[in-house]
């Protein structure tokens, strides 16, 4: 009986049953499938609740159609060079729709924190507790784009045009960007406040006065001079004055000069730089706070 060389047998050293049980995690696949699972669960409890939607919608389009009613015969050039408030006012609408919606994005992590939900995320193997807070951006900025939609589409019912494909984007844009920066801050607010009255009581402190100091109801031509500087100092009417742009103009550049400010011209491109620059400076600000808390 002839036996083989041992050094002719193909030694391959086994696979360790560990290492097939275990293998490497893949933290990018599993931050992403832990955002997808938080961000349907508020979607779920939006669609077992959806007055909150419903609600968020109704109400700019009331105020599209009532105020656009009540100042139909407002004096011809007090709005600029459209006679149609309705055209004028539909982007003050559409931006303080998505400044509310993401000034409240800081609730649903309020009131998860008060009833426990938040404790059991912090205890649970993630591969990242950031996943809570990027479920809760994606969420917000969702709904913040879809009503943005619903009042693009109310606007032109009621006669206030529509702005071409290049146009929605450009809005569909702006509305991320200012929805990223308050978003951030609402969440930063809701890791930091110790309950969501004091948080409910910023929001009603905040929405009013910041509506009133912009350019939404008004141009800054018919402000006094003080309030001219505040709401040039306001990052909605950096949302809204572009936003304004496309539907009183059928051209338009990053170069176009949408706002007037005390110091000087406001283009296109630089409203849109300042936008963002508020979005960077919004989520570095909460940083230090996420991570204590989530720690």
Excluded: C
Aim: proline share 6%.
């Amino acid at each position: 009986m002839s036996v083989t060389p041992k050094s002719d047998i193909n030694w391959q050293p086994l696979a360790s049953p560990q290492a097939d049980a275990n293998p490497a995690p893949n933290f990018f696949g599993e931050l992403v499938q832990e955002t997808l699972a938080l961000t349907r669960r508020l979607f779920i409890q939006l669609q077992r609740r959806p007055s909150t939607l419903v609600a968020g919608i109704i109400q700019p389009v009331m105020w599209l159609v009532l105020f656009g009613a009540l100042f139909q015969n407002a004096p011809k050039g007090l709005f600029g060079s459209t006679t149609n408030y309705g055209q004028f006012l539909a982007a003050g609408v559409i931006v303080f729709t998505a400044f509310a919606g993401a000034l409240n994005a800081g609730l649903p992590v309020m009131f998860d924190r008060e009833f426990g939900f938040l404790n059991r995320l912090l205890v649970a193997p993630l591969a990242s507790r950031f996943s809570i807070v990027f479920a809760s951006a994606i969420f917000i900025i969702s709904q913040s784009l879809l009503q943005a939609g619903v009042i693009v589409a109310a606007a032109a019912f009621i006669g206030a045009g529509l702005p071409d494909a290049t146009g929605l984007f450009a809005i569909a844009l702006i509305v991320f960007l200012l929805a990223l920066g308050v978003t951030a801050i609402s969440l930063g607010l809701a890791f930091a406040l110790p309950g969501h009255i004091e948080l409910i009581a910023v929001i009603f402190v905040t929405n009013l006065p910041l509506l009133f100091a912009s350019t939404a109801l008004a141009p800054l031509s018919f402000m006094p001079q003080w309030l001219q500087v505040v709401a040039t100092l306001n990052p909605l009417s950096y949302a809204i004055e572009p936003i304004r742009y496309l539907y009183l103009h059928s051209s338009w550049e990053l170069s176009s000069v949408v706002m007037q400010a005390p110091w000087g011209d406001v283009t296109f491109g630089g409203a849109l730089l300042v936008l963002f620059g508020f979005a960077v400076v919004a989520l570095l600000s909460i940083q230090p706070q996420l991570r204590r808390t989530l720690a």
